[in-house]
């Protein structure tokens, strides 16, 4: 109290003006210390993400020697190859009917996971977890051989059953049903860790409301649980859409596009033109078709990400 | 007060709770039925991987039941770890994954904290680049990465492609953005008071950094350090894209493309490898299970 009583009336200006420089100082020391620190992340980036991105789409505009600009000439080919139409459907059939089935079964097993004395769950998830821990290339091969033509696992014991070997790989129906099923046997415990995280955080107070209420079962699902995940499930059925769409480890060692090229999805048959076939231009051209629905994805996610810096 | 005497003193309210209490005994034996059909379903591949390492190739050939082992052998497991190409791809993918590792955290970390804490120019909108940049694939970046390695060996003479090496510059691109991500997410969460305090007891940024930041949010550093190693053990596309010679390959394209020898299958060895080659996650795995699942939950619920 002194102390303040006693300044002078000339000083505190002083001091303000060195406060003010010094802090200045300071800030422009902070966000040149903080741009340091950012900047290995920027340059990587930078360079290895942004720039390849744009990078492939002036690849796409050359011939395959990579020495003429041909415009929409790589397209226009593309577009007039039936195969190219068949891995559009492939691709879409792959990723919507995998990401379904990865979603409800996630769905289901969280819930059964969730109704048990939560001591034992930490047991039972970590069994169930197994196939997303395994890296998917040596898991695939376990696939491969699970479906292998003349010494299938399944087929032995089908044949147990009297029911007919089964062409595993070998038949285009049963190829992309082959695919579908490893690829949902290695995405759904995702799946299922997100929403058994998510229906724990769902507060118990509003199924003893629901229950009060007289909500049944299904009811309880229909209004209590599924809008308080509604944000969790859409950003998993996001991600999970985009990691499917753009897969490669499973089609590439289970079948490798075939039979015939019928299972081939974008990043396999980019794969097969642009490496295996020399054709840098034409395969950057089919992997481009994997970026609409990493836009549709970036605009939800953003739009998300804006809605929650406004609640906040 | 009279409401509630009522209803303590109507019958209806016990059975009632019996039948509740006996739906719920109901309810957790399904589940437990269920749980079991997907466990078994979970885990066939890797089980049937570990029974198939265990027998001989006649064994294989001669078409027994597949899912039991008649005549357990080590002979596959003895083969692949005395084959110095075997040892060699392990080793490969060993340097990969922990140099990567230390990568990832060297460039992440100290950027997560800039974005969480010391907010400059474009900050945000940065942190939300590093969000959507994790979005791209590696099935859309292969072939500009590929031609942009040939033209740079073109110009500077350094050849990096069929090189293991080359790998520890793309590797990052998978797990630098998300390790970021999610540091940012536990960077937040730490009290604003702790680093003021710091702060004030005159620490550098780099103090409060490693004195408190690192220390207080070890927990995200080993979710991302996991995340991390088992992204670069576990990748396929970039090796199989980027290498070619047997002595440069890591783990899963050398087992794939070294012991599948044309049309000739050696199940048992190429089971063995990949057992082998989904140990060190699973290891980890089995030792720090609450770590991974905290790595992975915290992607999506932070986004």
């Given amino acids: 109290m002194v102390e303040v009583a006693f300044q002078p009336t000339s000083v505190p200006q002083a001091r303000t003006a060195r406060k003010a420089s010094s802090l200045r100082n300071a800030l422009k020391r902070k966000s040149t210390m903080a741009f340091l620190m950012t900047l290995p992340l920027i340059l990587l980036i930078a360079i290895m993400v942004i720039y390849p991105a744009f990078y492939s789409i002036h690849l796409a505009t050359l011939n395959k020697a990579m020495t003429k600009y041909v415009g929409f000439g790589n397209f226009q080919f593309l577009f007039k190859r039936e195969t190219f139409w068949m891995v559009v459907e492939q691709s879409c059939i792959f990723a919507i009917t995998a990401v379904i089935f990865k979603a409800l079964i996630g769905f289901i097993v969280a819930h059964f996971a969730h109704n048990i004395p939560s001591r034992k769950q930490r047991k039972w998830r970590g069994m169930l977890l197994v196939p997303w821990v395994i890296p998917p290339a040596m898991s695939t091969l376990a696939w491969l051989w699970l479906f292998d033509p003349s010494y299938s696992a399944f087929n032995y014991t089908l044949g147990l059953f009297g029911a007919g070997p089964i062409p595993w790989l070998g038949q285009t129906a049963w190829a992309r049903f082959s695919i579908i099923l490893v690829n949902v046997w290695f995405g759904a415990p995702f799946f299922m860790i997100m929403y058994l995280a998510a229906l724990k955080s769902v507060p118990e107070q509003l199924y003893e409301a629901a229950a009060i209420d007289g909500a049944n079962w299904w009811q309880r699902i229909w209004y209590v649980t599924l809008p308080m995940m509604r944000n969790i499930i859409a950003i998993t059925t996001l991600f999970s859409l985009i990691v499917t769409f753009a897969n490669f480890d499973i089609t590439r060692i289970l079948t490798a596009g075939g039979p015939l090229d019928s299972t081939h999805v974008f990043a396999t048959w980019a794969f097969r033109l642009g490496i295996e076939g020399g054709d840098i231009p034409l395969g950057a051209s089919v992997s481009l078709f994997m970026a609409p629905i990493l836009a549709i994805a970036a605009i939800f996610i953003l739009r998300d990400i804006s809605r929650r810096g406004n609640e906040a | ?303």
């Fill in chain 2, 1 to 303: 007060m009279s409401t509630l005497a009522i209803d303590k003193a109507g019958p209806s309210r016990k059975v009632k709770y019996g039948s509740m209490s006996r739906d719920r005994a109901w309810a957790l034996r399904w589940s437990y039925f269920f749980l079991t059909l997907f466990a078994i379903f979970s885990l066939v591949p890797p089980i049937y991987m570990l029974i198939t390492s265990l027998k001989s190739s006649a064994e294989i050939s001669a078409a027994t039941n597949p899912w039991w082992v008649f005549h357990p052998t080590l002979s596959n497991y003895l083969e692949l770890l005395t084959s110095n190409q075997f040892l060699r791809f392990f080793w490969n993918s060993a340097c990969v994954a922990v140099i990567v590792v230390t990568i990832t955290m060297l460039i992440s970390v100290p950027a997560a904290f800039a974005l969480s804490r010391m907010k400059f120019w474009g900050s945000a909108t940065l942190a939300t680049g590093v969000f959507l940049t994790y979005l791209i694939p590696d099935s859309l970046l292969f072939l500009p990465l590929f031609k942009m390695f040939a033209v740079f060996s073109d110009w500077t003479g350094i050849r990096l492609i069929n090189k293991w090496y080359v790998l520890l510059f793309l590797y990052p691109t998978l797990t630098v953005p998300f390790c970021t991500w999610i540091m940012i997410g536990y960077f937040a969460s730490i009290p604003k008071e702790l680093d003021e305090a710091a702060i004030i007891d005159g620490a550098s940024w780099f103090q409060t950094l490693t004195r408190i930041f690192i220390p207080v949010a070890l927990p995200g550093l080993i979710a991302a350090t996991i995340f991390a190693f088992t992204v670069s053990w576990a990748q396929f596309l970039y090796p199989l894209v980027f290498t070619t010679s047997t002595d440069q390959l890591v783990m899963p394209v050398g087992i794939i493309t070294t012991l599948i020898k044309g049309d000739v299958f050696n199940w048992g060895q190429i089971m063995t490898g990949a057992l082998l080659g989904a140990a060190p996650p699973l290891l980890i795995y089995a030792f720090l299970m609450d770590y991974y699942i905290a790595g992975l939950t915290a992607g999506a619920t932070k986004g």
